[in-house]
C-alpha cells in the first residue's frame, strides 16, 4: 500500500517538503550521509533552555499513515514520527473543543477546572490558572501562538508574551454565504481556509524568534480536518473513493444506551437530511473521502512549518509536540463527530521528538493523557510548574517506552445535566459508569479491547466479566490518583 502511495498525484511542494523533513530528520536517527547532519548529531543534547512548538490539530483521528491507516497520504507527519516518539495509546480527557484544549493547557481535569462545555473560556471558569504557556512565560520564555489553541481565540490572556494571532470570522462569513455543505468540499481558492494564513503568520514569528535567540514556546493551532471537510482540490487528488476505509460498523454498538453516541454536528449544513434521517451513503463517502482529503492538507502545512524549524536551525533546541484534541467518528455506529466517550472519539494522535532524548522512530503502547503533556514539558526544560497539575511527566518513558505505565487513562462526556458517562482505559478494556446527578450508577459499558477492538459489543451484563466490571468500577470511582502514584512508586 505504501509503494503505491507514492506514485499518486500529491502537492509538488509538499513532496520536497517531506524530502526535506526526512533528510533533517535523519540526523538524529544517525544517518551519515552528509557532513553537516553529523555534526549536528554530535552537538545533539537537550539545550538548558530548549524551546518547545506545541502543534495542534483539531478534530485529527489517528488516520495517518505512520499509525497504520492503509491510504492516508500523511507524509510529513510520517516523517516526523519517524523522528522521533509515537504514542500508540494517547487519550484525551473529554473529546470535544473546550474542555480537551482546557485540559492540556491548565493540565487539570474536566471535573477540577469545571470545563465541560463548548461556553466556559478558561479566563471564566480558573482564571488563576497557571497554564503550560504561562508556566513557560513566568520562567523568562516568550510565549506566543497562531491558530486555534484554545476554543475562544483569545482565552487565557495572561499566559501569552503577545496575543494569540487567528483568522477565521472573515472566511466563515464568506463560506456561509457560498453554502455550507457537507458534500462536494473541493476548494480551488485555498485562501478561504484560515489554516495557511495563520501559518503563514508562525512562519514569520518563528523567523523573527529564531533572530533574537530567546527561548520561545510556539502554540501553532489548525483547524482542519474539523467539519465542514474543505480542503483544495490536489489534496483530494490523492484519494479515490473505492478505496476509502468503510466505518467499523453502521449500525449502533449492540448494548449500548441510545445516548452513548450522537451526531448532533453533523445537522447545521444546507445538505443534511431531515432529522432523525441518515446521511445517504454516497454522501457519506464523500465525507469521509474529504475528511482524509483534510487531514493531507493539514499534513502539507505541518511539513512547512517543520521544514521552517530545520531552516531556521531551531531543530536541535526545539522539543516538538504534535498532538489532537480527539478523535471523530466517521459514520462509524452511524453516528458522526465527537461529543462520547467512544474509542474513536477519546484515543488521539500524539508525537514527541526532544533532541537528544527521544530515539528516531521509537514507538510506545503505554497509556498516555493530554494532561500528561505539560508536566512533561517543564520537566524537560526544567521549569517550574504548579504542585497540582494532574498529569504525569512522560519523561522516563521518552527514554524507555517500553516501561511500566499507566495502568489507565480516563476521558468523560456529560449528557446534559441528568448524566455523565466516566470512562476507564485500560490495556484491554474500555469500561463507562454512567451516573447520574447523585453520582449514582445508572447503566454500564465495557468492550474488550482482546476480543473486540471496534467496540461492537457491549459485554458489561455478561457474567463472565463480572470481576472485571467490579473492578473497573471500583478504579472508576477511584479515579486518576492512584493510578498516578502506583507509576511515581
Ligand atoms: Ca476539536
Not at 97 to 123: E, F, H, N, Y
Not at 192 to 211: E, F, G, S, T
Not at 279 to 302: H, K, N, S, W
Amino acid at each position: 500500500m505504501r509503494l503505491i502511495k507514492t506514485s499518486r498525484r500529491r502537492p509538488l511542494a509538499h513532496i520536497l517538503l517531506a524530502s526535506a523533513v526526512a533528510f533533517s530528520t535523519a540526523s538524529c536517527a544517525g544517518a551519515e550521509s552528509a557532513d553537516a547532519p553529523v555534526a549536528a548529531q554530535k552537538a545533539a543534547a537537550l539545550p538548558v533552555t530548549p524551546n518547545v512548538l506545541f502543534i495542534s490539530i483539531d478534530d485529527l483521528r489517528p488516520d495517518i499513515a505512520a499509525y497504520g491507516h492503509p491510504v492516508a497520504v500523511t507524509p510529513n507527519m510520517d516523517a516526523f514520527a519517524a523522528s522521533g516518539l509515537l504514542f500508540e495509546s494517547a487519550y484525551t480527557q473529554q473529546a470535544v473543543c473546550a474542555p480537551s484544549r482546557a485540559a492540556v493547557m491548565s493540565g487539570l481535569r474536566p471535573d477540577t477546572t469545571g470545563i465541560q462545555t463548548l461556553q466556559q473560556p478558561l479566563d471564566e471558569e480558573i482564571p488563576n490558572a497557571i497554564t503550560m504557556a504561562h508556566a513557560f512565560k513566568n520562567a523568562g520564555y516568550i510565549t506566543m501562538s497562531a491558530g486555534k489553541i484554545y476554543h475562544h481565540h483569545d482565552d487565557n490572556k495572561q499566559a501569552w508574551t503577545v496575543p494569540n494571532y487567528n483568522v477565521i470570522g472573515d472566511i466563515r462569513k464568506e463560506r456561509r454565504k457560498r453554502g455550507m455543505k457537507l458534500s462536494n468540499m473541493k476548494l480551488d481558492d485555498e485562501s478561504l481556509l484560515p489554516d495557511v494564513q495563520n501559518l503563514r503568520h508562525a512562519q514569520k514569528d518563528l523567523k523573527k524568534l529564531a533572530a533574537d535567540g530567546k527561548p520561545f514556546f510556539y502554540a501553532m493551532g489548525f483547524h482542519k480536518p474539523h467539519l465542514p471537510f474543505y480542503a483544495p482540490t490536489d489534496a483530494w487528488d490523492n484519494y479515490e473513493l473505492g478505496e476509502i476505509p468503510d466505518p467499523v460498523s453502521r449500525v449502533a454498538q449492540k448494548g449500548a444506551p441510545d445516548y452513548a453516541l450522537v451526531a448532533y454536528e453533523v445537522d447545521k449544513f444546507s445538505d443534511t437530511p431531515a432529522k432523525g434521517k441518515s446521511i445517504p451513503e454516497d454522501v457519506a463517502d464523500q465525507m469521509r473521502m474529504g475528511y482524509l482529503a483534510a487531514v493531507t492538507y493539514i499534513d502539507g502545512l505541518v511539513g512547512e512549518l517543520l521544514a521552517d524549524i530545520d531552516a531556521l536551525g531551531l531543530a536541535d533546541d526545539t522539543i516538538i509536540v504534535l498532538w489532537s484534541d480527539h478523535g471523530f467518528k466517521l459514520g462509524d455506529y452511524g453516528k458522526w463527530a465527537k461529543h462520547s466517550n467512544a474509542e474513536l472519539d477519546i484515543r488521539i494522535p500524539m508525537m514527541i521528538r526532544v533532541p537528544g532524548v527521544t530515539t528516531a522512530g521509537s514507538r510506545t503502547n503505554a497509556l498516555v493523557e493530554s494532561v500528561d503533556v505539560y508536566p512533561t514539558l517543564t520537566d524537560l526544560a526544567k521549569i517550574n510548574a504548579p504542585d497540582n497539575l494532574e498529569g504525569l511527566s512522560m519523561v522516563p518513558l521518552l527514554t524507555a517506552p517500553d516501561r511500566q505505565w499507566k495502568e489507565a487513562a480516563f476521558a468523560q462526556f456529560s449528557r446534559g445535566k441528568q448524566r455523565k458517562g466516566e470512562t476507564v482505559r485500560t490495556k484491554d478494556f474500555r469500561y463507562t459508569g454512567w451516573v447520574d446527578l447523585k453520582g449514582t450508577l445508572i447503566f454500564q459499558e465495557l468492550y474488550d479491547h482482546r476480543t473486540d477492538p471496534y467496540e461492537l459489543v457491549n459485554v458489561a451484563k455478561d457474567i463472565a466479566y463480572k470481576a472485571d466490571v467490579k473492578r473497573l468500577d471500583e478504579m472508576r470511582k477511584a479515579g486518576w490518583k492512584p493510578v498516578r502514584a502506583a507509576v511515581r512508586n
